[in-house]
């Protein structure tokens, strides 16, 4: 019988290599946790999704919108 569970390796291969942000869209802690996570980040005052910004907390990983899902929860802390 095969475990199913994702390994180490799978997990740190799932993470995006970049996370960008507005400003406006995270607190101030999840800020502080972004910046602290082991991926690299950028910080905008505006990525130009203010539609997607207005309805929800997201993250653009590697260049793809993000919005209401696990990663963004446990990037942000939440």
């Not at 406006?24 to 991926?39: C, G």
């Not at 999704?49 to 793809?64: K, P, W």
């Amino acid at each position: 019988m095969t475990d199913d569970a994702p390994s180490e390796e799978d997990e740190r291969d799932a993470r995006p290599r970049l996370v960008e942000y507005c400003l406006a869209n995270v607190t101030p802690s999840q800020r502080a946790r972004l910046d602290d996570a082991d991926v690299r980040t950028r910080s905008v005052g505006c990525l130009d999704r203010c539609g997607t910004c207005h309805r929800s907390q997201f993250l653009v990983l590697d260049g793809t919108v993000v919005v209401d899902d696990e990663r963004v929860r446990r990037l942000a802390g939440e």
